[in-house]
């Protein structure tokens, strides 16, 4: 698809990586439909960028079905919300259970469906970006509702884009691994094992840009070595979490929680 002109809706708009997409669609002549919970930072961007704001809270199911509503008469969308941080165990309760699998799993999968349901009944071509990750490939200690709503959010996206093929609606997933100045990563504060490498903020967008222009199944944001590494996890995952242990993955979460 052509962004240049598109009306494009981004979910997770008001800060990290959301923000960054939003500047680089609106950069690219994209008119973009901005929602999240923040109305404050979502209306300060949308005014930088020209763009219309939906305050939405997406584990609310009102809230939900209204951003539901919108998107298919957008000509791109961009489920980028998402819960990155996983409370200690003592702490995990089922309402924490289901928020993190209805804002980083059900609603992108419903949104996905609604949108390509409606855009293919009308005739109409769409694109589907959902945001990912390198932690829907490998799984690390602490993590474990990040990794299970990202693992069955890449499930779903390799899926749906296949199932897409010929309809003139494409689905891309676009996974990020660490990812330095803003976001969830950046603003946890975790220090990265020497010599594990990070990508910017304006990588992912690039990232996003090319999920919907050009519909590869997948569009990976991380070194090449990094990319190895959560491919070999993927296969070896006993190994993996013995080097996980080796490196300290859990200490280096635990100890940027306590900071
Ligand atoms: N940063 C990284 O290193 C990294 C790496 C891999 C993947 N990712 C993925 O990239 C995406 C964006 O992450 P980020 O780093 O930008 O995270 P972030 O800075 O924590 O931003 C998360 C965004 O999601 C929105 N959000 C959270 N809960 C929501 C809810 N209940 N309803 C509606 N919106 C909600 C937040 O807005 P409000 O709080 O205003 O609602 C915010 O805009 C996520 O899917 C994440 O998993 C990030």
Known sequence: MDVDGAKILVTGASRGLGAEIVRELARRGASIVLTARS????????????????????????????????????????????????????????????QVIDVNLRVPISLSIAYAQQRIASGRPGAIALVGSVAGIAASPGSRLYNATKFGLRGFALSFAEELHGTGVTCSLVAPGFIRDAGMFHDSGTELPAGVRTKSPADVAAGVLRALTDAPPEVVVAPPELQLMARFASLAPGTSG?????????????????V
Request: aromatic share 0%.
């Open 242 to 258: 013995r080097v996980q242990r080796l490196v300290d993955v859990e200490g280096r979460r635990r100890r940027a929680e306590q």
């Open 39 to 98: 109305a404050g930072p979502l209306e300060e961007l949308a005014a930088a960028v020209d763009g219309e704001v939906v305050v939405a809270d997406l584990a609310d199911p009102d809230d939900a079905s209204r951003v539901r509503a919108l998107v298919a008469d957008c000509d791109a969308i961009v489920l980028n919300a998402g819960i990155g941080e996983d409370p200690p165990l003592d702490e995990i309760d089922d309402a924490r259970i289901d």
